[in-house]
């Protein structure tokens, strides 16, 4: 089976890969591939990085921007979280068990 933009950019916006997101949409705006381009003929290097970092600022995609934070549990575990903020990563954390 062939992969091609399509199928490619629905499995790169599932796992909320942006960049990928992003550049293949640059790549379909500006005419340089259709959906149904195979992905082995994808030119990478015609990637816009400027459109691609504004894309991003502006996350016109509506991706959830998650964040990682370290916190403890108890005096020995040690908890990582991701959460869109640092106040949800406490809840979250306080929610498993002892307040960190």
């Known amino acids: 089976m062939t992969v091609?933009?399509?199928?490619?950019?629905?499995?790169a916006f599932k796992r909320q890969e942006d960049t990928l997101v992003y550049g293949l949409l640059d790549l379909l705006r500006r005419g340089?591939?259709?959906a149904e381009t195979s992905e082995n003929r994808i030119p990478f290097e015609a990637m816009d990085n400027e459109a691609i970092r504004e894309m991003k600022k502006q996350n016109e995609l509506g991706f959830v921007p998650v964040r990682v934070y370290a916190t403890t549990s108890?005096?020995?575990?040690?908890?990582?979280?991701?959460?869109?903020?640092r106040e949800r990563a406490i809840q979250k954390a306080c929610g498993l068990g002892e307040p960190p």
């Open 74 to 85: 108890n005096r020995t575990l040690w908890l990582l979280i991701a959460a869109e903020s």
């Open 4 to 11: 091609t933009i399509r199928s490619l950019f629905k499995e």
């Open 32 to 34: 340089v591939v259709h």
